[in-house]
């Protein structure tokens, strides 16, 4: 034990000092290296092998409360959610996390549950702990921030704040034309809920994709969801009221998103009819359990992981190399085809919908 207590002691006075005077080099050099700065592109790749080789040698550690001090950073940054756990926002958190964890950056996240005084108040609380910028997820940033700021599915146009959005227009296109090419021609549709920032321009994307395609929207097949729920539950809810009216004969369902689409499945089921036999679903998000629900859905899929590394990237270019703000940022979505939808039947079983 004593000796362990020794070899603790000799790894913890590893300093920066100690590598340098290990491989014969300044304190400068070896800190341009390790911290992959301009000055280092001049070096031999030979120096920063060996460099490199000695850290692993002597287990060197950057201390990270020094190097904060010295410099006066914190070098994190605050992530901002509505909700903590949700797929669609634990996706694009993972992917946040594994971009500033590479350039050893930390971050803090808060969620606001769709409380506009707790946001404020979150905000501010990260601001005292020193951020150095923001990421938010599918909140809209109402006021010009005090630090550089991206919004992953931000749709307000706010000074300072670059909106990181889907392109909802080739979206709805790329669904609607898989569902017409299938037969489909009376297509049930989900409408966000309000508390969602992604809700009214994905509706407006729908709207103005089904009249250049010719589909007329039957106010009765909208579903309009309300809530704050981020489960399955949500689009169950609304799909068993839904189908308990009786509604006009549809083939299709475009769900909000994925997970409103596995509730919705659940309700059909219920009702007496089968995915995709009776009623195809199209879904919206790929989030990673949409291919391993019964049946798989068929998505679009937002490139999530993708996203929040540029949401990430952008960031710390502001921050590192003093890059101007864009406005927005948009990103191409894709379309993933699974078993959650077929050709449409000529008749439907609607009438006999075994209802609770």
Known sequence: M???????????????????????????????????????????????????????????????????????????IGVITEEIGDPYGGMVISGIEQYLRQRDFFFLTVAHRHDPKLLRTYAHLLLERGVEGFITVDTSVSEPPALPTIAVAGHRQVKGVTNLVLDHRSAAEMALKH???????????????????????????????????????NPELVIRLKGDAVTPDLGYVFAKRFLARNPAPFTALFAYNDTSAIGAIRAIHEAGLQVPDDISVVGFDDIESAAYNNPAITTVRQPLQKMSEIAARTLLNQIENGELYVPLIAIEPEFVVRSSTSPARKSRKQAKLKLA
């Open 179 to 217: 569902l017409l090419e299938l037969g489909h021609r009376e297509i049930a549709i989900m409408k966000g809920p309000t508390s969602s920032s992604d809700s009214e321009d994905r509706w407006k994307a729908i709207v103005r994709v089904s009249d250049e395609l010719g589909i007329s929207i």
């Open 2 to 76: 004593k000796a362990r207590k020794r070899n603790d002691t000799k790894q913890s006075a590893v300093t920066l000092k100690t590598v340098a005077e290990h491989v014969g080099l300044t304190p400068g050099t070896v800190s341009a290296v390790l911290n992959d700065s301009p000055a280092s592109r001049s070096f031999p790749q030979h120096t920063k092998n060996r460099i490199l080789a000695a850290v692993r040698e002597l287990n060197y550690r950057p201390n990270f409360f020094a190097r904060s001090l010295r410099v006066k950073r914190t070098y994190t």
